[in-house]
């Protein structure tokens, strides 16, 4: 049907003409109407309606009015629950509207009640088991990547919600008919104040364990009820608010359509208004302006769209209608009828969200991404390459090795004039504490007592710390590390001393240079430090001879001592490879271990003695690997990389007075020449040491090579000036730049995007909390937030002549005509990895207005100082949880500040002491200078990796004292398992009430990435670490030492809190993250403040955290078939699905953590195969082919970080730093990708295999190539162990899977 308008003054017609009038009749009925109105002398309305009746039309209104405007369609039929806000001129707000906001009120009151803090999203697994009760649940999750997801995929949380109060009311009684096994691990969410007494438990949170026997309920009590709900959980869908999640956010769901539909009918109800006044005007004929302009047929014709419109708009207000007859203008009597009238609207929009969302799937309209997929390639890759100066070769002077410091002032020392008083050497576990206590030994308490040793907490083991001093004797009460190792070549294996008494026999008068007579302690010294000047030089030939030997063993195949980064720039740890085997010599009286003992009777003209077989270079690569293992039995190496790190602590160095008992003179040289021999030739520096030159990573390593001592003047710091210069200032360079240079007092700052403090006073429900980011976004914005909320400012900066230089030279233009506010969003595209989102910088820009305006100062003067406080506080438990270590090297230097500012810029503090006593923890030296690790090490990561290497290759006992150290090193790292850890106050910070103050984590039976003092667990190294224990229990060498007594037990309860942890960190996705759960949703990348890191806002499911904690659990449930059975069952499961979900079209894995799709490949492959999946499943199969599409020519695979950057595989492949584009490492991560598949194409695995022995050394090493690690995409970070580790385990693997017939080739006898 259509209508007709007949208009006449202010009288208007509206006529409804069915669709059996033709139009001709239309056009008659208005002339004959306009006609009789003229000719008869009548009222209008009387005329109009006659003539409609003489036409058998019903006028469907008349209405008179003396206004312009006026409706010409009847009011819209409303629903009851909405009539008040649009009818009622004097209600503003309709019952619907009320219900909606009394909903979301009562919802964020429970929310607040129940909610504890972010950490709280998952306990267990569940004893439902919980399955996946939305389509697409196990690839979004219930954060989902995007805002739409939320709309159209989020309806799940309703069964959610009704699954948490079935499981209540029904007993936790599992969906298997089984009852529920109750946790026999410690209940998350029970210990915050949930479960009545429960959560009144020891400062360590223990818990009762079952050790895995069923419970029968025999009633239900409230408490019961509350850790049914609570252990039920949610499963990350909202992180804060624990077990009740989905009953609160169901209910705020609802509130959120209905007031979401208020405002749609208010739209509506306006435009309907509109479009009436709109198409009243078109259709007068008497009116003016434009709409005469219009010609009659287009008239027409909008006219009927807009008429469409209108008749929609009625039609939806009709649906409303239908459900709610019920009619009222009083608001008390309409709340039954709204309330049918809500439910009956979300049952419906549900349904619809429902339809929608399998429509567009099926049709491939949008198919949501789950958060942690890290997507496909990009769009823009990188194209610049690093820039050397070819075949410049750097050499560590033997000043900066031995000899005396001639210079007495830390500001003139340079790398010719910082002369060390004694070699460097690396001193590890009780022997680092002693040299730091000894160093430090001046700290009084105020009743004159030392108090420097009870300032070094925490578990020795582990440490490890570059130090001038000799060998301190030990004071603890404890058996030192070297008495530990003499004690287990004497007990552990009893005829190793009779053996060791034959051959001491056999060797009595033979002339080996490697006798027991030869001073092997001080030939490190002798390599590295000989002083060619001195006037008389030792002459000994065997000492010689010997030190030469170990001088090429440890080059790793380079030129001794030797740094040429136009060949590869990553560090061969040849400094501390020399000292560890020189060390292993002077234990062993002069003997390499049985299969590489060859090397002492091989002269310099004898050929390479290649390995024959597989397994052979395996024990080779044992055998050498072994040489390397510290006395508290973990494997130390280089663990730098990014060139971001040392700056920033040489900032705080500086701005705290330039302390020389946190950085020494020796110490300056050393990290001048490491900036000195990694600028490009450009004059810049990269972010990491393979990265082209970036604003980053000149800026900063410029202002610290300056603040070190460089002089404006040399050569290289013009060439880094230039640099700068060049590309616009340090007004260029990112946030985490300009963030130093407002500190020391190079940068005003307001030129520096805020950081607010006051963030963390926000309720935990809020959606974005910065108790919801990932750790270490985290941990670093906490200290950033203190000092930005402070305004620290070096307190010399305006009086220093330094700082006066620095302003001259890093900016364009002179320092004081900048204006400063307007620098805040530049950055150079080198460094714009991650380019600030429109919505973030939106944000800053409310902010700035926010710090800078003076309305605002009263309410931020009032709130700030109580954020400030909270920072203080939460640092305070980040340092004692740590040990004051902290989590990563930018915090640790951040938090020293700020401890150094809150005491009142006092040194002498014991906080500050304390900080930096713990800064050579993340030290360390190699032949390209000192260096800032990413971390304090990766030893705990490394050594369990290492260990399962050699189970694999089935060794295990044929190195018994290996072994044996590593179960030792283990036992002592397990966080807050041990009686020395449990004696620190990082274990009181273990309590219920501290983890829920300070968003952390359990943290108790876990594994860390480096030591137990670090004090953080990660899913992967938990599970890594869980691995290598069990795989220890092969040993029988190893069990009857534990046996015995002669090693420490690692008992079943201590397993069951490895697992509680992985279970706990299992991730609704089904995957798993690093430290913590994903507490947050995806669009925080949206808020990122960082350019140069991408995807560091949340906490991500990984393939690489996924996989090991998938294992663990499966080999942990081979030999504890009967502990929590159901969860780990059904955790594996979620874990492989969740593995599967990530994987690319292509048939790949994204490896976040490494360089980059081999590496994945391996985590997905294995992980897949271990929990139950057939290796003939697609999805392994096609990884399969996608590894051999890959593998070279030479038989090798390879990648650099280019892989990850790009997230396309490396087209070059290890083009720069590898071996026609092969790599070591790559090649051992396909081939155990490839074994633990049982790969058919036996030739192409072959051919790997053949790959790697071809690179081994003679000595049983291979090259150091490209870098290996990578963090947040785009930041490359070394792991020297990786080029041992990964070719021994892939070698076993291979051997153990394909037997002999992986030896069985003719290119195998041509070596021989």
């Avoid at 439910?343 to 339809?355: P, Q």
């Avoid at 670090?1014 to 599970?1023: L, R």
């Amino acid at each position: 049907s259509c209508f007709v308008i007949v208009a006449f003054d202010n009288i208007y017609l509206v006529l409804s003409i069915m669709d059996d009038h033709s139009p001709e009749t239309v056009e008659q009925v208005m002339a004959e109407a306009a006609l009789e109105t003229v000719m008869e002398d009548l009222p209008t309305a009387a005329i109009l309606e006659e003539t409609a009746a003489a036409y058998n039309l019903e006028p469907a209104a008349v209405i008179e009015t003396s206004t312009s405007t006026c409706e010409t369609f009847p009011p819209l039929s409303l629903p009851t629950p909405l009539q008040p806000l649009f009818s009622t001129p004097n209600t503003l707000i309709s019952p619907l509207f009320v219900l909606a906001v009394v909903i979301m009120f009562l919802s964020l009151l429970f929310a607040q009640k129940f909610s504890r803090s972010p950490l709280q999203q998952i306990g267990h697994v569940g004893p439902r088991g919980r399955k996946y009760h939305s389509w697409n649940e196990s690839t979004t999750g219930g954060c989902g990547g995007r805002f739409i997801d939320w709309w159209i995929f989020g309806g799940s949380v309703w069964i959610r919600a009704a699954l948490c109060l079935w499981d209540g009311m029904a007993g936790t009684h599992s969906s298997d008919g089984d009852h529920h096994q109750e946790s026999s691990g410690e209940n998350l969410f029970a210990c915050f104040g949930v479960v009545g007494n429960k959560s009144d438990k020891s400062a360590a949170g223990e818990s009762e364990r079952n050790d895995g026997e069923d419970k029968k309920q025999s009633e239900i009590t409230p408490d019961h009820l509350a850790h049914a709900v609570s252990s039920t959980g949610i499963l990350g869908f909202d992180s804060s608010l624990g077990g009740f999640g989905p009953i609160c956010l169901a209910p705020i769901r609802a509130s959120v359509f209905l007031l979401g539909w208020c405002s749609v009918c208010s739209f509506l109800k306006i435009s309907y208004n509109e479009l009436v006044d709109f198409i009243t005007k078109l259709a007068d004929p008497a009116s003016a302006g434009h709409f005469q302009q219009i010609p009659s047929l287009y008239r027409d014709k909008i006219i009927n769209v807009v008429a469409s419109i209108l008749y929609f708009i009625q039609d939806v207000m009709k649906v409303g209608n239908d459900l709610v007859e019920k009619k009222s203008d009083a608001l008390g009597d309409a709340w039954l009828p709204t309330i049918a009238y809500a439910i009956a609207f979300i049952v419906v929009l549900e349904f619809g969200m429902y339809l929608i969302g399998n429509a567009c799937m099926l049709l491939k309209i949008y198919v949501p991404m789950g958060i942690s997929h890290p997507g496909g390639a990009r769009p823009h890759k990188i194209v610049r390459t690093p820039q050397w100066t070819e075949g410049k070769e750097h050499f560590l002077s033997h000043k900066l090795l031995s000899g005396d410091c001639s210079s007495s002032s830390s500001r003139d020392v340079n790398e010719e004039s910082g002369v060390l008083s004694s070699k460097w050497r690396c001193a590890v576990a009780h022997d680092s504490h002693q040299d730091t206590i000894a160093k430090f030994n001046y700290i009084k308490s105020k009743e004159g007592d030392d108090v420097s040793s009870s300032l070094m907490t925490g578990e020795p083991f582990g440490r490890q710390i570059w130090t001038l001093n000799e060998s301190q004797p030990s004071s603890d009460k404890e058996v030192s590390e070297d008495d530990m190792e003499n004690k287990l070549k004497q007990e552990l294996v009893p005829n190793l001393k009779e053996e060791k008494k034959e051959e001491e026999e056999k060797t009595e008068n033979n002339n080996n240079i490697f006798s027991p007579l030869s001073p092997l302690g001080d030939l490190v010294q002798n390599i590295f430090s000989f002083d060619r000047d001195n006037e008389s030089p030792k002459e000994d030939p065997k000492q010689d001879e010997t030190a030469k030997l170990i001088e090429t063993i440890a080059s790793g195949g380079r030129n001794p001592m030797a740094f040429d980064p136009s060949k590869n720039p990553n560090s061969c740890d040849q400094i501390f490879r020399a000292q560890m085997i020189s060390s292993y010599l002077e234990k062993n009286d002069g003997k390499f271990p049985e299969d590489i003992a060859y090397l002492q009777d091989k002269g310099e003209s004898d050929e390479a003695n290649p390995p024959k077989t597989a397994m052979e270079a395996a024990k080779r690569g044992v055998a050498f690997y072994s040489l390397l293992q510290s006395t508290d039995g973990h494997w130390a190496g280089d663990y730098g990389g990014p060139h971001f790190l040392l700056p920033g602590l040489v900032v705080s160095w500086y701005v705290m007075g330039c302390p020389s008992v946190m950085i020494s003179p020796p110490q300056q040289a050393l990290m001048l020449h490491y900036f000195k021999v990694h600028q490009q030739a450009d004059g810049g520096w990269g972010t990491h040491i393979e990265s082209p030159s970036t604003m980053f990573g000149a800026v900063i390593c410029y202002l610290a090579a300056r603040l070190l001592g460089a002089h404006k003047d040399e050569d290289w710091i013009k060439s880094g000036r230039d640099f700068i210069q060049k590309e616009g200032g340090a007004v260029m360079t990112s946030s985490w730049a300009k963030f130093w240079l407002c500190l020391v007092g190079c940068m005003d700052w307001k030129g520096h995007n805020s950081v607010p403090p006051e963030m963390w006073l926000l309720p935990n429900w809020f959606p974005f909390h910065p108790g919801r980011m990932w750790c270490h976004c985290r941990m670093v914005y906490l200290p950033m937030g203190y000092l930005y909320g402070s305004r620290f400012i070096y307190s010399q900066a305006e009086t220093d002549p330094l700082i006066e230089e620095l302003r001259n030279e890093l900016y364009c233009e002179p320092y004081d005509s900048i204006e400063w506010d307007r620098t805040r969003h530049l950055v150079a595209s080198m460094d714009n990895y991650s380019p600030i989102p429109t919505f973030m910088k939106f944000a800053q820009n409310c902010l700035s207005v926010y710090e800078n305006w003076k309305i605002f100062r009263p309410f931020r003067d009032a709130i700030r100082k109580a954020g400030l406080d909270f920072c203080l506080e939460y640092m305070r438990a980040e340092d004692l949880q740590t040990n004051f270590i902290d989590i990563g090297p930018v915090n640790k230097a951040l938090n020293m500040v700020s401890a150094f500012h809150s005491a009142n810029n006092d040194i002498n503090d014991l906080a500050v002491r304390s900080h930096m006593m713990r800064v050579p923890d993340y030290l360390w030296v190699a032949e390209d200078g000192m260096k800032m690790q990413g971390y304090n090490g990766s030893q705990c990561w490394d050594t369990s990796f290492a260990i399962q290497a050699v189970w694999e290759c089935g060794l295990l006992d044929k190195f018994p004292i290996l072994s044996a150290k590593v179960w030792a090193f283990l036992e002592r790292t397990q966080i807050l398992s041990t009686e020395c850890s449990q004696s620190t106050p990082a274990y009181r910070y273990e309590s219920c009430d501290s983890r829920d103050k300070f968003y952390r984590h359990v943290s108790k039976g876990g594994w860390p990435f480096s030591t137990s003092a670090h004090g953080w667990p990660i899913s992967d190294c938990t599970g890594e670490g869980l691995k290598g224990v069990l795989a220890l229990m092969d040993s029988p060498i190893v069990m009857d030492g534990v046996k015995r007594g002669i090693l420490k037990d690692i008992e079943p309860r201590r397993l069951y809190d490895a697992v509680n942890v992985i279970l706990t960190l299992q991730n609704e996705d089904g995957g798993w993250a690093t430290y913590e759960n994903n507490r947050g949703f995806g669009w925080y990348e949206e808020l990122n403040p960082s350019e140069v890191f991408g995807d560091i806002m949340i906490d991500y499911s990984y393939v690489e955290c996924s996989m090991a904690s998938l294992t663990a659990l499966a080999d942990f449930h081979e030999k504890y078939p009967d502990h929590r059975t159901n969860e780990i069952t059904f955790a594996i499961k979620r874990g492989a699905e969740f593995m599967k979900s990530i994987q690319r079209k292509d048939g790949s894995w994204y490896g976040s953590w490494a360089c980059c799709f081999c590496y994945g490949c391996w985590f997905g492959i294995e992980g897949l195969i271990k929990s139950g999946e057939s290796a003939s499943s697609p999805a392994i199969q096609k990884c399969c082919q996608y590894l051999l599409s890959q593998q070279r020519a030479n038989g090798g695979w390879g990648e650099d970080f280019t892989s990850c950057y790009d997230k396309d595989y490396a087209a070059n492949g290890m083009q720069s730093y590898g071996d026609d584009g092969s790599g070591v490492v790559n090649t051992a991560w396909a081939l155990m990708a490839l074994s633990a598949a049982k790969c058919n194409d036996v030739e192409a695995v072959r051919k790997g295999v053949r790959y790697l022995m071809s690179r081994q050394l003679d000595c049983g090493d291979w090259p150091q190539e490209g870098i290996a690690g990578v963090f947040n995409r785009a930041c490359g970070i070394t792991y020297t162990a990786y080029r041992n580790v990964f070719p021994i385990w892939a070698l076993g693997r291979c051997v153990a899977t394909y037997g002999d017939n992986i030896d069985k080739d003719p290119c195998i006898k041509e070596l021989e």
